[in-house]
């Protein structure tokens, strides 16, 4: 896919430069992000160059707006700027960049007629974060072991439990989230693009937000998610890409098969051992003997209480967890 170019252009040039560089590093979304601090150079550049998407200050007249080559145009509006027609898109600037570019990208897959959003990449791997044991501390290690390696690579974290408060965790009011990605992936409307409109980050962490509510999870089959995942894998910049799974029953197996490494948290009480080995079992006499290779159990320290929910996830970095899980990916 040949490069695709988003222009900026604010009356702050500060503002655009900062915009453009934040993106650019992030390297979120299929399109090169170039800022531009004055008109007459937008112009030229456009004239050579093909530019897919225009962020432009809303105050900027409409005569010199149509003398800029640009497929679709999106204003940037400080809140009170009126737009001339109701066919305009606009979005209000003075939000992170992370908000302005779910906006952009949902614009983009709701008005796109090319649809050709593959990104060729090498895949990423795929880390799942699975037991039959409870209160194992899996989402604590998932979040803690996404949050060192998004420090080095570009992470992806999914969360397919029915209710994993990660909203109230992390203190941030999501619009959408797998709920969203699985119905576009059920239409067949499902690419890095759309993708990209549903990322959020936590710190270097990126993540689509759980499903909205329990039943969600139930329109989706356990090898559609292993589909989906897949296809996130090899069409996307994600470097790593790790699954913390819920109850998926027999079927998580399905989902287990396309993860390169599989971590167990185990407790070492009669009920919990007893269900690791009823699930080798089932790994046994369901063909998946090959799996337990994969499968590295895991005993997690249990860590002293911190205090306030708001800053959970912080301190997991630096309590016993956090320790654990350093040494853990040195290895």
């Known amino acids: 896919m040949a490069d695709r170019v988003m222009a900026v252009y604010d009356a702050d040039p500060l503002y655009a430069e900062r915009f453009a560089d934040f993106v650019n590093k992030r390297g979120q979304i299929p399109f ?14 456009g004239e050579v160059h093909m530019i897919e998407l225009l962020l432009i200050h809303g105050k900027v007249s409409r005569e010199e707006i149509a003398g800029i080559r640009a497929l679709q145009v ?4 400080e809140g009170k700027d009126v737009l001339y027609e109701e066919s305009e898109k606009s979005i209000y600037k003075f939000q992170s960049a992370e908000a302005i ?15 050709d959003t593959t990104i060729i990449s090498k895949k990423g791997r795929v880390i799942g974060v699975y037991s039959p044991v409870n209160r194992c501390l899996k989402t604590s290690f998932s979040l ?9 690579l570009k992470v ?33 409307n499902y690419n890095w693009v ?6 959020y980050t936590w710190g270097e ?8 509510y329990p039943e969600d999870l139930e329109q989706i089959t356990a090898l559609e998610v292993s589909e989906l995942v897949g296809h996130i894998a090899k069409e996307s910049t994600y470097e790593a890409i790790i699954l913390d799974l819920g109850q998926f029953g027999k079927g998580a197996v399905q989902v287990l098969e396309i993860c ?7 407790i070492e009480d009669c009920v919990s051992e007893a269900k690791v080995e009823e699930f080798e079992t089932y790994l046994s006499v369901s063909g998946h003997e090959s799996m337990k290779s994969r499968i590295q159990k895991i005993k997690l320290p249990y860590h002293h209480s911190f205090g306030k929910s708001t800053s959970y996830l912080e301190q997991l970095l630096w309590g016993e967890l956090g320790d654990y899980t350093r040494q853990l990916l040195r290895k």
């Open 32 to 45: 090169s992000i170039i800022a531009f601090t004055e008109l007459e150079k937008l112009k030229s550049y």
């Open 74 to 77: 999106i204003f940037l509006t």
């Open 101 to 115: 570019i779910r906006e952009v990208m949902e614009y983009f897959c709701s008005s796109a007629q090319d649809k």
């Open 144 to 152: 803690t072991m996404g949050q060192l390696l998004s420090r080095d």
């Open 156 to 188: 992806l974290y999914l969360n397919f439990e029915d209710c994993s408060g990660l909203g109230k965790l992390i203190g941030e009011e999501h619009k959408q989230g797998l709920s969203d990605l699985f119905y576009y992936y059920s239409q067949e």
């Open 194 to 199: 759309r993708l990209a409109s549903l990322i």
């Open 205 to 212: 962490l990126d993540y689509v937000p759980p499903v909205r």
């Open 260 to 266: 390169d490494v599989v971590y167990m948290p185990i």
